[in-house]
């Protein structure tokens, strides 16, 4: 099977000699990481079977957030952790995108632009949640991921928000529920969504930059009844820590171009699509993020530093529906255990050999 990291080995070095001077050293970075995954380059972990004692070797991940070999634990613990805080009673799903002709601008000042896009959306959700004309309470509580690709890889920045149906009141310490199939009112989320971007890049300086029919244009804010929150926290746990593509979508690549499968919006049916090599490495390294930039980010209530406690906000919900919508606690299937190859025993950690020291597992 051909993989990112076969596809990074073979075409990097002719990547970087065309693109090499306008590359981000976050590009260089992630291409590196990569390329010495699972390699000596990060050490090795030594597990030994508790049934034959054979020692097995194995070699350590780069733990990189964009590579497709890593990250799968931690998917595993953040959507755990997310089904173990999920609220009862009904959710939204809501969607804040930008016009495609802001697009290029936004990639070319990513860490400015990701950061006033999530304090925008953020910003409206709570400015409209406390109108008396809407729910009325000054405290919904909602997390929001950050997504820049789409099937095909296009680059197409937005953010993805779950919400519970409703907020809490701080003036009157009760739940204010919204109704079932509406949250907030679309246009008036997408105008204001708009406006407070645009008031961030005059802060920043960097209005005069941006295209100006990008302000006469509509953005579009999706806003759609979820039901419970349980289906979409599964379907955003990917993008959590992984990026644009996986390996197993890959085909092969074969006369310079990478085939890929990839599925149309609202359709099951597989599609394959050829790429040059070039475009499609250009396409995956145009989703790294900046370095340490947070691409989850939570709000009012699910925030952790939050002063009134989710287990206050369900049993107020709960009250609030008559204490017929509990929400049973959804606990995943653990991970398949490492095993000997050679008596099928279970491998435990003991050691880890990394690049000048060596770790031990605790004795106890």
């Known amino acids: 099977m051909t993989t990112i990291k076969d596809i990074f080995q073979t075409y990097t070095p002719e990547y970087i000699q065309r693109f090499g001077d306008a590359m981000p050293g976050e590009h260089r970075k992630v291409i590196d990481a990569i390329i010495n995954c699972r390699t000596d380059h990060y050490g090795v ?3 030994q079977c508790t049934e034959c004692g054979e020692n097995h ?12 070999n890593c990250q799968h634990h931690k998917t595993r613990k953040w959507l755990q952790t997310q089904l173990d805080r999920q609220l009862p009673g009904h959710h939204f799903m ?3 995108t930008v016009p495609q002709n802001l697009r290029r601008f936004i990639r070319s000042h990513q860490r400015v632009c990701y950061s006033a896009m999530f304090a925008a959306s953020s910003q409206t959700i709570k400015k ?4 008396q004309r809407h729910i009325g309470a000054d405290m919904p509580g909602f997390f929001g991921v950050l997504h820049t690709w789409g099937r095909q890889m296009p680059y197409h920045p937005h953010i993805h928000y779950i919400v519970p149906g409703g907020a809490f009141s701080k003036t009157d310490g009760k739940w204010h529920c919204s109704r079932i199939d509406f949250f907030l009112p679309v246009k008036a989320m997408s105008k204001m969504f708009k406006a407070k971007f645009r008031d961030i ?3 920043s300086g960097l209005y005069p930059q941006i295209p100006a029919d990008v302000w006469k244009q509509k953005w579009v804010v ?14 955003l746990a990917p993008y959590v820590f992984k990026v644009a593509i996986s390996n197993s979508r890959i085909v092969k690549v074969e006369d310079r171009k990478v085939f890929f499968k990839y599925r149309k919006n609202k359709s099951n049916r597989r599609r394959t699509m050829a790429l040059d090599v070039m475009e499609f490495i250009r396409r995956f390294l145009q989703h790294v993020l900046p370095t340490g ?3 989850v980010r939570y709000y009012g209530f699910l925030h952790p530093a939050s002063s009134v406690q989710l287990e206050k906000i369900a049993a107020l919900i709960e ?3 008559g204490f017929e919508i509990a929400t049973p606690k959804t606990v995943l299937e653990p991970p398949e255990p490492m095993i000997c190859n050679s008596c099928s025993g279970s491998l435990v950690f003991r050691a880890a050999l990394l690049p000048f020291k060596r770790v031990f597992a605790d004795s106890g």
Request: positive net charge; hydrophobic residues 35%; charged residues 20%.
């Open 45 to 47: 972990s030594i597990y």
């Open 57 to 68: 070797m194995v070699y350590r991940c780069c733990g990189n957030r964009h590579c497709p």
């Open 94 to 96: 809501t969607t804040f």
């Open 128 to 131: 409209l949640a406390a109108d």
């Open 201 to 203: 890049m005059k802060k």
């Open 222 to 235: 999706n806003c759609q009844a979820i039901g419970t929150s349980e289906q979409s926290i599964k379907y």
């Open 293 to 295: 930039f947070m691409k």
């Open 319 to 321: 009250l609030a529906f």
